[in-house]
């Protein structure tokens, strides 16, 4: 049988009379019921209104947190605040409905825990932000806890909001079977109503969040902006095609480029080396980073700049790399500086060199005439004695006294040039045995009272002659300046320092004035005159350049008329070049 629009219509309206007298007998039979139905109704309601208000709370409380997290603006902590003081109040009042129902009251404890766990560890969470713990209270959020706990007290809150809704449609059948249908569609379009609300306060939470982190970003972006353009050293980024996407005006001033010209171009195109800048990028993205880079750029004039460059990669949320960020420190002046340095090296290495040279052979030439001055002296005084009259004498006695001098002079002066030019080998030195040695041939011929006090000494590497001429060079001077004491005290030691080790000669004669420590190891620097301590001047000198070729230091401390004590150190491992 085919239904035309009439008969349709007239059956809807039979029915729907039919269903309006059943209703009005239906309400006329149970007005009681209806309005006990009506007060469970509300009842329910005011059980959904709550629970919906408590999830309310915990939106705001999220929101607000999320938004401080993000911003640091306490103006976020105002919905929180609010929503911590009326959550409580609200779950008391929820726990107060429900008190007919044991399974709602299970519900609601296990919800008052989770709320209290939820407030914890969003206070934590802000604290730690106020700590500027940022990295911190950034992992409390992304790692999920946050949301677990939310997404709990969601389904609780739907458990419970499930439960009334299983009540209401149980005591609306108990009570008013007749009317079980339109019962149904108000609790439909209640609920309905219910679930547009709640989907458009969700809406709206999203929304108001997206904004609030659009607003952030924009700030954000705008402080990381202002923090690029304040280095002083060129700042750029570029995308995995090697691509310029950004600069700061640094860049702008080295290069005489631009911003948006630079923009899009190719990182290489602004070095002398643009193979060499690519190879620095691609290590870029491949190591993800780049230290202490070495090229140069090349300005729109042509004027040349040497940079070391640092890079590191940057990536998304996803950790997918999007490019690289790279800085660059300008190094003109210090490498100008160290070119100048290795010229003026090379400049004084050649000049010692030639000084080395000269000084051995002027000593070598004048050892000739010298020895004839000598010889024509001895003549004199052997054949010509009984002719010279006093004065004669003490002029032959003058001429050969200051001719063996100057010839001690040029020996020592030869000594000093060779040991610029002598190779240093290394071997084991036994220093105790050595400075035996030393000691036993410094006595020979030495009538005055002179103790040695030797402590244990460590052995050593070095050369050996060389280290023994220091030896003989400090010990001599400290017999030599100490002979007008009534006798003379020699203390010899060593101990460890630093990796070093650190030999001593302490003596109980003159000493000096420490504010001429300065000539001490110069060549032909004496602190004392001829007449009271004979000597070259050479002698520390020579112990200073050995012990320098040993890698060491040579050094003294004094008191004048209580003695000296002269130190040299060689280092435990001796490289030598």
Not at 35 to 57: C, F, G, P, R
């Amino acid at each position: 049988m085919k239904l035309t629009s009439d008969k349709i219509t007239t059956f809807f309206f039979t029915l729907l009379a039919i269903a309006l007298i059943a209703t009005l007998v239906v309400f006329y039979n149970n007005t009681k019921k209806v309005k006990l139905s009506a007060n469970l109704v509300e009842h329910t309601q005011e059980v959904l209104v709550k629970s919906n208000n408590v999830l309310l709370d915990i939106l705001n409380i999220e929101s607000g947190s999320r938004g401080y997290v993000l911003t640091e603006n306490e103006a976020f902590l105002k919905p929180f605040d609010k929503s911590i003081l009326t959550i409580n109040n609200r779950i008391r009042e929820l726990d107060s409905l429900t008190n007919d129902n044991q399974s709602q009251q299970t519900r609601i404890h296990t919800l008052v825990n989770l709320i209290e766990d939820k407030i914890t560890f969003t206070k934590n969470t802000i604290e730690l932000i106020k700590l500027k713990s940022l990295s911190e209270g950034e992992k409390m959020i992304s790692d999920g806890n946050g949301n677990i706990l939310s997404d709990k007290i969601r389904k609780l809150v739907a458990e419970i909001n499930s439960e009334e809704f299983n009540l209401l449609k149980l005591r609306k059948t108990e009570n008013d079977n007749n009317n079980q249908n339109s019962i149904l569609i108000l609790i439909s379009i209640f609920a309905l109503i219910v679930i547009i609300f709640v989907f458009v306060i969700v809406l709206i939470v999203k929304q108001h969040s997206k904004n609030k982190l659009a607003e952030n970003d924009k700030l954000v972006s705008k402080y990381a902006r202002s923090l690029i353009e304040a280095s002083l050293d060129p700042l750029v980024t570029i995308n995995a095609e090697g691509k310029i996407t950004d600069v700061n005006i640094a860049s702008v001033k080295i290069t005489g480029v631009a911003r948006e010209k630079l923009i899009g171009t190719d990182f290489s195109d602004y070095f002398t080396e643009p193979e060499k800048a690519q190879a620095g990028y691609h290590q870029a993205f491949e190591k993800g980073f780049v230290s202490d880079y070495p090229l140069t750029i090349k300005d729109k004039n042509g004027i040349l700049i040497d940079v070391l460059y640092n890079a590191s990669v940057y990536k998304d949320d996803n950790g997918n790399i999007k490019g690289v960020f790279a800085a660059a420190r300008d190094v003109t002046e210090q490498n100008y500086a160290l070119e100048q340095i290795r010229e003026r090296t090379a400049q004084y290495e050649s000049v010692n060199k030639e000084l080395e040279a000269f000084t051995y052979s002027v000593s070598h030439d004048l050892r000739a005439p010298l020895r004839a001055i000598n010889g024509y002296a001895k003549i004199l005084h052997e054949d010509y004695t009984s002719i010279l009259d006093e004065d004669g004498m003490n002029t032959l006695n003058s001429i050969m006294k200051n001719s063996k001098r100057m010839g001690e002079l040029i020996d020592d002066l030869l000594a000093f040039s060779r040991l610029g030019r002598k190779i240093v080998t290394v071997s084991e030195i036994n220093m105790s045995v050595l400075v035996k040695a030393v000691t036993e041939e410094a006595m020979v011929g030495n009538n005055g009272d002179v103790e040695f006090e030797i402590k244990e000494l460590f052995p050593a590497k070095g050369q050996q002659a060389l280290i023994k001429q220091v030896w003989v060079n400090l010990i001599s001077n400290a017999i030599k300046y100490s002979k007008h004491k009534s006798k003379t005290v020699i203390e010899i030691g060593s101990y460890n320092k630093d990796n070093l080790i650190v030999y001593s000669v302490k003596d109980n004669g003159a000493g000096f004035d420490m504010q001429y420590y300065d000539k001490l190891f110069g060549v032909f620097q004496r602190l004392h005159s001829q007449e009271e301590f004979e000597g070259t001047g050479i002698g520390l000198a020579i112990v200073q350049k050995i012990i320098q070729r040993h890698n060491g230091t040579a050094w003294a401390e004094s008191k004048l008329n209580e003695g000296s004590c002269f130190y040299f150190s060689l280092p435990i491992i001796n490289f030598l070049n």
